[in-house]
């Protein structure tokens, strides 16, 4: 008789250690932590100051920045393994703007606890959220907010991924010396239509540093954007001779260009 209770009183506890183990892995396993990432805009060596300092491109020209703004999207991170964690789409929009402070700052959340070592992302909106309905495009993809400045084709239907404006003596008397340089497309669009390709991947390793997500802290990635690099990149610019680029051949050679504007500077711990 007490031999046939202990049977199924044996097998009840294996199975209730056995649902508890499981349990224990998959909360370990599904463990998360947080992530800001920095960006500090610069030009050259120089911080950039909207309407205020001077500074000179390659070609000489002297010029000053009104509006400096790029979107960053489809954040993924190395691993030490080799592997990437990708940012969630719905959690991986963020649009970077000189005049608010706020949005240089991008915090990500539900990242596996573990060790990374590079980070890479796109500059730009990728084909598949521009042509998704506008409900699934809200926040900064909203193209009707007024939260932040502009940074859609009403006329052309599509995002501007950088946006680079301000004076300089060389540009255009009949323009006001204004210069400007919008830049997007994505090679899709509408009724089978392609269009130019300006989407750029950007991939940053940390070298001989590490990131580690906890899920406690909230460690910080610092990185400088050279905005002289929309000048200075392997193809030179010169507003003498092209003060406004929108959607035109040689904003190719401009989203070559800002491909180079990005920089890893540091890995910080971060605070909770």
Not at 15 to 43: E, I, K, M, Y
Not at 138 to 161: A, E, Q, R
Not at 195 to 203: D, E, K
Request: hydrophobic fraction near 40%.
């Amino acid at each position: 008789m007490l031999r046939s209770l202990l049977v199924p009183l044996l097998a009840a506890a294996l199975f209730v250690w056995g649902f508890l183990a499981c349990h224990q892995n998959d909360v370990a396993a599904t463990q998360t932590g947080s992530l800001q990432l920095r960006f500090d805009n610069v030009v050259g060596s120089n911080n950039l100051v909207l309407n205020a300092n001077t500074y000179q491109n390659a070609a000489g020209e002297l010029f000053n920045v009104s509006k400096f703004n790029y979107f960053v999207s489809n954040i993924r991170l190395r691993r030490a393994d080799g592997t990437d964690f990708i940012v969630p789409q719905d959690k991986s929009y963020f649009l970077v703007e000189e005049e608010r402070p706020a949005s240089q700052t991008l915090t990500l959340t539900g990242i596996p606890v573990g060790t990374y070592t590079g980070i890479g992302f796109l500059i730009g909106v990728d084909s598949t959220r521009s042509l998704a309905d506008i409900s699934l495009r809200t926040g900064v993809l909203d193209p009707g907010t007024t939260d932040h400045d502009p940074m859609y084709w009403d006329w052309n239907t599509g995002y501007i991924f950088m946006k680079l404006e301000g004076t300089s003596a060389v540009a255009p008397a009949a323009q006001n010396h204004l210069f400007q340089y919008h830049i997007g497309g994505f090679g899709g669009g509408y009724d089978g239509k392609k269009t130019i390709n300006n989407l750029r991947s950007v991939a940053l390793p940390f070298g001989s540093d590490q990131l580690v997500i906890g899920s406690s802290l909230t460690p910080i990635i610092d990185f400088q954007t050279d905005a002289l690099q929309v000048f200075n990149g392997p193809n030179k610019l010169s507003i003498a001779q092209n003060s406004s680029v929108m959607f035109a051949p040689l904003s190719g050679s401009i989203a070559d260009n800002y491909a180079n504007m990005f920089r890893y500077k540091s890995v910080t711990a971060g605070s909770k």
